[in-house]
């Protein structure tokens, strides 16, 4: 599964395992679990669309629109690992560490940046989006 491959490819950054603190770890689909340690991220498929469409059952060039949220305890935290995030993903292209070794052609960064701060749990949260293009 894609979502396996990205979340594993992530992680596996030195750069971003920096970030996180002890016991920490980020790649959650939809949202963060409850009391999760900061800085994390979640992440949310918005749109896969295949490229191509055929009658026949064959795999086929996929674009997948990503939403990546990171979110700290501070807006340096969020930024932070929102750009080690989007060093690892900007215009990757390989075989992600999945167990059907995923195919991906590429990645593009499509915008966002999107800042929020949330006055209840006093977290700041910044949006990326990606768009990924991948053999399915």
């Known amino acids: 599964m894609i979502e396996q491959g990205i979340v594993a490819l992530v992680n596996a950054s ?3 395992a920096a970030l996180y603190p002890p016991g920490g770890t980020g790649g959650f689909f939809g949202s963060l679990p409850k009391d999760q340690k900061l800085p994390s991220w979640r992440y949310k498929v918005i749109s896969p669309t295949p490229i191509s469409r055929t009658l026949a059952p064959q795999r086929q060039l996929v ?12 807006g ?6 929102a750009k080690a995030i989007d060093d690892v993903l900007s215009y990757f292209s390989g075989a992600l560490p999945d167990p059907d070794c995923t195919q991906v052609n590429l ?12 006055d209840t749990s006093r977290t700041f ?3 990326v989006e990606y768009e990924l293009f991948f053999v399915q």
């Open 125 to 127: 949260r910044r949006m």
């Open 76 to 81: 340096a935290q969020a930024i932070a690992l």
């Open 63 to 74: 674009c997948a629109r990503w939403q990546i949220d990171c979110f700290g305890t501070t």
């Open 107 to 118: 990645v593009l960064n499509s915008g966002g940046g999107d800042d929020e701060f949330d």
């Open 14 to 16: 030195p750069a971003v």
